[in-house]
């Protein structure tokens, strides 16, 4: 639902038409304004997704990092 009030916004289609007269234009599918829209959007999520991922990698690499210092501390000098 958010995603379709980001995208009429972005493409200056008003969300209160009515059925009749939303039905006489083309469909907002298939317009470019829509398209580019919708494409900037995924493109926004999907960095936001990345960027959560590479810092949450970074913590697991971190906690291994302890995990392995800890490990090594424990069995003492070999």
């Known amino acids: 639902m958010w995603l379709t009030r980001a995208l009429a916004?972005?493409?200056s289609i008003?969300?209160?038409t009515d059925?009749?007269?939303a039905m006489s234009f083309a469909s907002p599918e298939k317009s470019a304004a829509y398209r580019a829209?919708?494409?900037a959007v995924l493109?926004?999520?999907m960095v936001k997704y990345i960027e959560r991922t590479d810092a949450q990698a970074?913590?697991?690499e971190q906690a291994l990092a302890v995990l392995a210092e800890a490990n090594a501390r424990a069995r003492g000098p070999h």
């Open 9 to 11: 916004s972005a493409t």
């Open 37 to 39: 829209a919708k494409l």
């Open 14 to 16: 008003p969300q209160h």
């Open 58 to 60: 970074r913590n697991v």
């Open 43 to 45: 493109r926004k999520l």
């Open 19 to 21: 059925r009749a007269m």
